[in-house]
């Protein structure tokens, strides 16, 4: 299995709590769409396995013009002569409500896409006008009929809880529309106020107050229920989907899955180190179109992969399995988690050697996987 990750930094504005690299620069699209497809040409060959997924992301994919996402993925390869084989490559597109207009749609029915990713965040049209979203909520819904028709049957719904002064009764609210819906995947996460984002710098003036932890405690453990009864499975801390529908690109990154990413502060794993292209889109493309990248990169030892396998193995259902430890490595895992395997936020299933998080751990997950890694 590997992947390919593009990313699209553009955004006709830019949201309130985003911490992604991203522009409004639009005059740049034609420009840096030629110089993705450069950039591919020159790394086709970093993985060696044919791509089983693709994921578009950004930024927001769907302002690119119709030509430019065509240009795009005749140069990614014959996609859509894939799609017969037993077990299709998964393309995602990532999609604003409000760009997915009649036209959009039926340009999808024309591309390799079989899988649509939509940013609702929220069905409160105060709060989108908060977080300077573009599109109102009753936009989503028509988005999702529209996606329907193009014979995209893979639909994910982003939602985002902990809105300051946000009811525990508003945030099921949302819940519940994203459900009714029939989308076959939803992501949620707690709004962060990330360093740097107009969001944090409200926060710091104080202009807006953050809920308080059991606040966030009870959204999230409505949404477990929630997504429960809807016939939902919980596949990573913040990840639900139908049986069959896990978005198998995300885990690929939870599974240590080799990708290639291209785009303007895209990172790339071969499975012993790892790449990030310059978080600056006139640097890339400078880089690119003199044919040598602009990028940095490390070489992964014993100690960070053990941290990366623990950081993404026990974020998700299936949890770490302890076989893939060296000796020393299981030996020290055990011994950093039994105080959380005392207090139950931790179940070692012995009989499959492995280590998940409980019920009540997924909420402290971050505590509990520092804990448990190596520190330099």
């Known amino acids: 299995?590997?992947?390919?990750?593009?990313?699209?930094?553009?955004?006709?504005s830019r949201c309130t709590y985003c911490g992604f690299y991203s522009t409004t620069f639009m005059e740049q699209r034609q420009r840096y769409v030629d110089a993705l497809c450069r950039e591919y040409d020159m790394r086709r060959n970093y993985i060696t396995l044919p791509p089983t997924t693709i994921?578009?992301?950004?930024?927001?994919?769907?302002?690119?013009?119709?030509?430019?996402?065509?240009?795009?993925?005749?140069?990614?390869?014959n996609i859509a002569s894939q799609r017969r084989i037993s077990q299709p490559v998964e393309v995602t597109l990532e999609c604003n409500p409000d760009d997915v207009t009649e036209s959009f749609a039926a340009l999808l029915r024309r591309l390799p896409v079989n899988r649509a990713s939509m940013g609702a965040q929220?069905?409160?049209?105060?709060?989108?006008?908060?977080?300077?979203?573009?599109?109102?909520?009753q936009q989503v819904a028509l988005a999702v009929d529209r996606l329907r028709h193009a014979g995209i049957d893979n639909i994910s719904v982003d939602l985002i809880y902990g809105f300051p002064g946000q009811t525990l009764k508003e945030w099921e609210a949302d819940v519940d529309k994203a459900l009714a819906l029939h989308v076959e995947h939803l992501s949620a996460y707690a709004l962060t106020y990330e360093e740097g984002t107009p969001l944090h710098h409200l926060l710091q003036q104080g202009r807006v107050h953050p809920i308080d932890e059991?606040?966030?405690?009870?959204?999230?453990?409505?949404?477990?229920?929630?997504?429960?009864a809807a016939g939902f499975e919980h596949y990573e801390i913040s990840n639900f989907s139908l049986p069959g529908r896990r978005s198998r690109h995300n885990s690929g990154y939870w599974n240590q899955t080799p990708y290639l990413g291209l785009g303007a502060a895209a990172h790339s794993f071969d499975g012993k180190s790892r790449k990030w292209n310059v978080s600056d889109i006139m640097l890339y493309m400078e880089g690119v179109e003199s044919g040598h990248l602009n990028y940095e990169g490390e070489t992964l030892d014993a100690d960070t992969r053990y941290n990366e396998l623990v950081m993404t193995a026990l974020?998700?259902?299936?949890?770490?399995?302890?076989?893939?430890?060296?000796p020393a490595q299981r030996s020290y895992c055990l011994h950093m988690a039994s105080r959380y395997l005392d207090s139950g936020l931790l179940t070692h299933d012995k009989e499959k050697d492995r280590l998940r998080l409980a019920r009540d751990g997924l909420f402290v997950s971050d505590m509990v996987i520092a804990d448990l890694m190596v520190i330099a």
């Open 1 to 12: 299995m590997s992947g390919i990750y593009v990313h699209i930094p553009f955004c006709k």
């Open 55 to 77: 994921y578009i992301g950004g930024g927001t994919p769907s302002v690119l013009t119709e030509s430019q996402l065509e240009q795009l993925f005749s140069t990614l390869g």
């Open 122 to 137: 929220t069905f409160n049209d105060e709060r989108l006008r908060f977080l300077h979203r573009r599109h109102t909520s």
């Open 214 to 228: 059991e606040q966030s405690r009870a959204m999230y453990y409505s949404l477990l229920d929630r997504t429960a």
């Open 315 to 326: 974020r998700t259902s299936d949890g770490l399995f302890l076989h893939l430890l060296s």
